[in-house]
């Protein structure tokens, strides 16, 4: 899935190198030789797009930028490269959520496959974050009362307890649950723990 990416390195002819195998991939290319570079140019996440960024560069680091981007909220894909495997250096960025590390020489083959694998990623998790966006969107629809009638529900209380802790009948209490239902877009009691779950309203006890 060709895409857009960042090379950032300091050593030109490795540079021109990656352009080459990644133009001849089909793949956009903009290049930068100091991490402060692509910074002061922060790219938008408007279109498919990486970051392929060597760890040892003058001036700013590779995971130097990478935290400089997570401080901005950048949800680019980060490919690492470097000429000296460390295994602690590789952790610390998989831990900040690189998504591959390469140690040069490098084949086109593998370069290739790990972006391909970074943007496949990335646009996943970007339908994830969709969803979740869309999700929040029908909560923010329920009224003061539905939203009682939808925590209460999720946490597995029946339409009689409902009733005896928000203080009205179970009629009531029926017709709530219904718009709830009909708001959230979800045909059953199931569906609508599984959208409490992945809003994250059930994991402290408070929705």
């Known amino acids: 899935m060709p895409g857009l990416v960042y090379v950032v390195d300091d050593d030109e002819s490795f540079r021109t190198a990656i352009e080459r195998w990644l133009k001849l991939a089909g793949y956009e290319v903009v ?49 690492f490269l470097t000429g000296h495997a460390d295994t602690a ?15 040069k020489p490098v084949s086109s083959e593998q370069l290739i496959d790990a972006i391909e694998r970074a943007l496949v990623r990335r646009e996943t998790l970007r339908g994830e974050q969709s969803r979740l966006d869309s999700l929040r969107a029908l909560l923010t629809s329920l009224t003061p009362r539905e939203r009682q009638v939808f925590d209460l529900i999720v946490r597995g209380k029946i339409n009689r307890q409902i009733a005896y802790e928000l203080g009205t009948t ?6 709530h649950r219904h718009q709830v239902m009909t708001k959230m877009q979800v045909l059953s009691f199931a569906e609508l723990v599984s959208v409490a779950e992945r809003l994250g309203l059930l994991g402290s006890g408070k929705a």
Request: one cysteine or more; glycine letters at 8%; charged letters at 25%.
């Open 31 to 79: 290049s930068y030789w100091s991490a402060q570079q692509l910074l002061d140019d922060l790219p938008g996440a408007d279109k498919p797009a990486c970051i392929l960024l060597d760890v040892q560069i003058p001036g700013l680091s590779g995971p130097e930028l990478q935290a400089r981007l997570v401080e901005r909220g950048s949800t680019l894909p980060i490919v």
């Open 170 to 175: 179970e009629r009531t209490v029926k017709a």
């Open 89 to 103: 250096t590789t952790v610390r960025a998989i831990k900040a959520g690189a998504e591959d590390f390469l140690t």
